[in-house]
């Protein structure tokens, strides 16, 4: 009982978790479902913190999840067994009553799902689409380091040419001294989750390995986007008998610069690429 208070307390501790669970509660759809992309522009967050979000709601029994083709629909759980799930849900449905914020979110809600184009869920643009973004996996098996510095490049210098996204295999939480030295060159990751693919809660176009772990054990996503390696030196492995931070740093700053100027040839390079591999170490890797 007790743990599951303490789950449910910590669910809604978030105010963008409770945002996202209002406008999952009575959704102005027939199916009482809301799509991920429709809380995505509700909210105004990248895809993957608003499924890290609902991944947590989900988590502590507030919602059920449901993947139809490529895309996740979320509902309110219909029946919670535990009593403080039942009070918490009928908490939220009073805050929508008269929170100035919810009721703003209950009306844009209504407007996003009611004047939604049939299937916008499922007819994204293909990359090669005249004005369409290709949206690309940055995928790794800790999702803590190589592939966060990939994604923060890519939205920091590609913004208009790719909708970038990061993952892991298996996520290990944010490697500290990635957060620094990504820092250092005025991007700021510290507020990034590790989380796996299917986290994310949307199709990709693309899927960018930059590890020889996550190459070889690549799960199968959803609609089987193609998927390219392009490997980098791993800065933990490479640091782990330096003697002190600032020669740690070196290399977690090398593999940076690297996988920046990476970044800088995309798209183009992966239009005309089938398979890039950059020249790295036969040393285990972690990122």
């Known amino acids: 009982m007790l743990d599951s208070l303490t789950q449910t307390a910590s669910a809604l501790s978030d105010p963008t978790r409770l945002r996202l669970l209002a406008a ?16 995505t522009d509700l909210v105004d967050l990248a895809p993957s913190t608003v499924s890290k979000h609902l991944s947590i709601l989900r988590d502590a029994g507030l919602i059920e999840g449901r993947k139809d083709g490529r895309w996740m629909h979320y509902r309110a759980n219909r029946n919670p067994e535990a009593r403080a799930l039942r ?10 009553a008269t929170d100035k914020q919810l009721l703003a979110d209950a009306t844009r809600i209504r407007t996003i799902v009611c004047t939604a184009e049939p299937g916008r869920c499922c007819t994204t643009a293909a990359p090669d689409a005249k004005g369409a973004r290709p949206r690309v996996l940055f995928l790794c098996t800790g999702n803590s380091c190589r592939s966060q510095m990939a994604e923060g490049w890519a939205r920091r210098l590609k913004p208009d040419l790719i909708d970038a996204h990061s993952a892991g295999t298996t996520p290990q ?3 500290p001294l990635a ?3 990504m820092r250092e060159v005025g991007i700021d990751i510290s507020r990034a989750t590790s989380k796996r693919p299917e986290d994310i809660g949307v199709p990709f176009d693309l899927v960018i ?6 190459r070889e054990s690549c799960p199968i996503l959803p609609g089987a986007p193609r998927t390219i390696h392009v490997g980098f030196d791993d800065p933990p492995h490479l640091a782990r008998n330096a003697a002190s931070e600032d020669e740690a740093l070196t290399h ?29 170490s036969n040393t285990p890797v972690r990122s």
């Open 87 to 96: 009070d918490a849900l009928d908490w939220v449905r009073l805050a929508k």
């Open 209 to 214: 390995t930059v590890c020889d772990s996550a």
């Open 179 to 181: 957060v620094k030295v």
């Open 173 to 175: 939480g944010l490697n």
């Open 24 to 39: 999952v509660i009575d959704a102005p759809s027939a199916t009482g479902e809301v799509c991920v992309c429709d809380l």
């Open 252 to 280: 977690y700053r090398r593999i940076r610069d690297e996988i920046r100027a990476f970044v800088q040839t995309l798209p183009e390079s992966i239009q005309t690429t089938q398979e890039h591999t950059h020249a790295q």
